[in-house]
């Protein structure tokens, strides 16, 4: 075959039906019992959408991007879309010829193209979990709509809205393609569990955390988001090559989100900055009189930043953890940029430096290297998250204004690994429990400083015109121009 032809049929084979009920790159049409059981899932993710989908404009156009095919260019188009008539579809990364699993004991060997029995249920638990996640954003968000700042605003929330609900359909897809009646049953159990209910929560603490204002959006994309793609990128090193494929065309959806919560609060920043030395004030901490401005204050933005990145680093699980050394060592789940670290990337006979806290200090101990997995993650998000918080310093540098967004303490308000059972500031002090109660809202959000941020958010409708505590874009969406409707109210 020659190489016209075979980029052809690569082409063919990846190339996205729309015609089908489902769209897919999955040539779902060739398996039949999978393509009934999705059917029958797809209108109860509609009902589901419907009850815990945005509260209000389902029947507004919305300018939305739909993924059209997998190549990094051009994979999607742009247009009104009423948001029930999404066309969520099931799309893989085109797959790799000669694929080998590039880490762990099966280090060398094809990737496995069925689930390996023995790593049936380790594989199942990292799918639900990883799916559990996507309706539970959506649950958070769902009040959003109506106190958006703009319209461009309101229209990128609904697009991470409509993406995190196509994750959940890669993630179902995996699960009821290759997890038999189990998968079948945990798809339905992911349209059953709510955010933040007693009962039945999501699965993991920062998922239930309310999401009741802009800034908490902003934040949450920002951090939490930034979670999912160090999730992502480690699937997307999956030796089960279907998930490596999901993950990977994920990715280049999930990065959009965490632009919105880059810029969102980029944006936030540079209104606080211009509102205050357009009157004259030069104390960040001054807050009563920055706040009287219709901005939010330099100092909330930080300790809106630490709670949201506090929760966010317990969602890596314990920093030493023998289920990540497994996962690994199977091959199941990577390092973040695995294939580009130099080493054996089996990690038998390695240590990695973890920080623990131990007679009254915090050290660096150097633990075996596979059971700190989640550690070496967790300080490959840090670093990720310290890019976003140096532009962030940039805008504010730029306005002349003395402060710094830092980010806290590693051990600062953790529930989950090594620091879960300490009190420690944003510095690093150690604390006992009272001090802590006492003393936690110099660090974290107050009740005074969340009514504010909600009694702040009124809702702009008109083209073009932004809330007083916001700047506007530097582009539009798709180079739209600034006063473009990107929601038909
Ligand atoms: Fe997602
Ligand atoms: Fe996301």
């Known amino acids: 075959m020659s190489t016209t032809s075979e980029s052809l049929s690569a082409r063919t084979a990846d190339a996205v039906d729309y015609s089908a009920l489902i769209p897919n790159n999955v040539e779902l049409n060739s398996d039949r019992a999978l393509k009934r059981a999705l059917e029958r899932w797809q209108p109860n993710f509609l009902g589901w959408w419907k009850e815990m989908g945005p509260d209000g404009f389902q029947e507004n156009q919305v300018y939305l991007r739909t993924a059209v095919g997998v190549d990094k260019a051009g994979w999607a188009k742009f247009d009104y879309v009423k948001m029930p008539e999404y066309r969520w579809g099931i799309l893989l990364a085109p797959k790799e010829e000669n694929r080998t699993i590039a880490f762990g004991k099966h280090k060398g060997e094809p990737v496995w193209q069925e689930v390996p029995g023995e790593y049936r249920a380790m594989l199942r638990r990292l799918i639900v979990i990883q799916g559990d996640t996507e309706p539970a954003s959506v649950e958070q968000q769902r009040y959003l709509g109506k106190t958006a700042p703009s319209l461009y605003d ?117 209104q606080t900055c211009a509102s205050m030395n357009e009157a004259g004030i030069t104390d960040p901490c001054d807050v009563e009189a920055v706040r009287a401005l219709g901005v939010i204050d330099l100092p909330t933005i930080q300790r809106k930043a630490n709670f949201h990145m506090s929760v966010s680093r317990d969602l890596f699980g314990a920093e030493v953890s023998t289920n990540a050394a497994n996962a690994f060592n199977a091959g199941v789940k990577g390092r973040f940029h695995e294939t580009q670290i130099e080493d054996d990337h089996q990690l038998t006979n390695d240590t990695y430096p973890v920080l623990r806290h131990k ?131």
């Open 154 to 270: 309101m229209r990128n929330l609904f697009q991470v809205n409509v993406e995190e609900g196509r994750h959940l359909w890669a993630m179902v897809y995996l699960l009821q393609k290759y997890f038999g009646r189990d998968g079948r049953e945990e798809a339905e159990e992911l349209l059953q569990r709510r955010s933040g209910n007693a009962d039945s929560p999501r699965i993991l603490g920062a998922f239930n955390e309310k999401t009741p204002d802009w800034l908490s959006l902003f934040m949450f994309t920002q951090f939490t988001d930034r979670d999912g793609k160090m999730q992502l990128e480690s699937l997307a090193q999956s030796g089960f090559d279907p998930l490596s494929r999901t993950c990977r065309f994920m990715l280049m959806e999930e990065s959009f989100h965490m632009f919105t919560g880059q810029t969102g609060v980029a944006r936030t920043i540079e």
């Open 359 to 489: 007679d009254g200090a915090f050290v660096k101990q150097d633990v075996p290297a596979l059971s700190a997995i989640n550690a070496r993650l967790l300080d490959d998000y840090i670093n990720d998250c310290q890019r976003g918080i140096d532009r962030w310093n940039k805008v504010i540098e730029k306005a002349n204004i003395d402060f710094t967004i830092k980010q806290p303490h590693k051990a600062f308000n953790r529930r989950i690994g090594e620091f879960a059972d300490l009190h420690v500031s944003t510095d690093g002090e150690v604390m006992d429990a009272q001090t802590w109660t006492d003393r936690q809202y110099e660090w974290l959000p107050t009740e005074a400083d969340l009514k504010f941020l909600v009694d702040l958010m009124h809702p702009v409708t008109a083209p073009g015109e932004f809330a007083s505590w916001i700047a506007p874009p530097k582009v539009g969406v798709n180079q739209q121009p600034g006063d473009f409707e990107y929601v038909r109210i």
